[in-house]
């Protein structure tokens, strides 16, 4: 698929989608969205790729989505058409790691779609929102519900009634991303992260990205039996013999993902 509304870049085991629709500061209209799919998922079945970062522009990771393609909707379209669950759910079923570089504004949709991804790298002139209450609205693609099992109730709430829009360090207190960096280190640290992933085994990092997500769907005895059964199943793996001996050498291990 040619793509209009993202560029791709595939470079050293990293894919690099950037949002481009600069005009709009990267609203998220439907075919931004069926394009990142698209992407997110090609990115999946490309044996070169261990890891795939998310990023917008410097003004704007995503103002949210296209409030003038949404005005002219009604009820029976965006449910009949499912708007955005399609896109959003093809994203989630993404099992590589994806990290979010967040500069400027991340509002409604986009705060949702940086959520939707593993963490968040924020620079320091991030700011998060969900502001569709302003809109006569709600979030519709997790800014009640992940933005709440990230950084709870009392702000979640807050974010949700008053519209009001949260600074990186706030955000890095609450828990929603995971680091801050200055503006002009972003795509250079978060690079450098996404590096660090792609070194290690693939096996362990898909299994690892499953567990942390799984333990927002059961309850810890589960979860943790989950954990467990994954990392033993890791002895199985010839990475876990290299990883190990490696460490045993003192060397740096080799990981094949087998
Ligand atoms: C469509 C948008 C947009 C959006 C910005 N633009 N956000 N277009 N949808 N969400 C457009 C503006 O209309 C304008 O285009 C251009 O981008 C630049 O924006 P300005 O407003 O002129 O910039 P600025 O004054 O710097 O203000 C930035 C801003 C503001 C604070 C981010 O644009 C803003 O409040 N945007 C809306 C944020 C929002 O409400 N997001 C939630 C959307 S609902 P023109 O052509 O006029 O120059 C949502 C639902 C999610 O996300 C659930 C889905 C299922």
């Known amino acids: ?6 560029i791709v870049e595939i470079e050293d ?6 949002l481009n629709r600069p005009d709009a500061l990267n609203a998220l209209n439907a075919q931004l969205l069926t394009e990142l799919a698209d992407a997110m998922t090609a990115a999946q079945a490309n044996d070169k790729v261990r890891c795939i ?31 955005f669950g399609g896109e959003t759910a093809e994203i989630g079923r993404v099992r590589k790691p994806i990290i979010a570089a967040v500069s400027g504004y991340a509002l409604g949709g986009g705060c949702e779609l940086a959520m939707l991804c593993d963490f968040i790298i924020a620079s320091d002139t991030a700011k998060f929102g969900q502001p569709e209450v302003n809109l006569g609205v709600m979030a519709g693609i997790g800014g009640t519900q992940r933005l709440t099992r990230a950084i709870g109730k009392a702000k979640a709430m807050d ?26 280190k972003l795509m250079e640290e978060t690079m450098a992260a996404a590096a660090k992933i792609a070194e290690k085994s693939m096996i362990s990092v898909s299994a690892i990205k499953e567990a942390v997500n799984r333990s927002f ?3 810890l005895a589960e979860g943790l039996l989950f954990e467990r059964r994954l990392f033993h199943s890791m002895f199985a793996t010839e990475d876990q013999k290299e990883g190990m001996a490696a460490f045993v050498e003192k060397r740096t291990p080799q990981f094949r993902d087998r």
């Open 1 to 6: 698929m040619a793509y209009e509304t993202i």
């Open 13 to 18: 085991h990293i894919a690099l989608v950037k």
């Open 53 to 83: 970062v998310l990023t917008g522009s410097e003004k704007a990771f995503a103002a949210g989505a296209d409030i003038k393609m949404m005005s002219e909707k009604s009820y029976t379209e965006v449910f009949t058409e499912d708007l």
């Open 159 to 184: 974010m949700n009634l008053t519209g009001r829009f949260m600074d990186a360090e706030e955000a890095e207190r609450a828990g929603l991303v995971s680091r801050i960096v200055p503006a002009k």
């Open 217 to 219: 769907e059961v309850p």
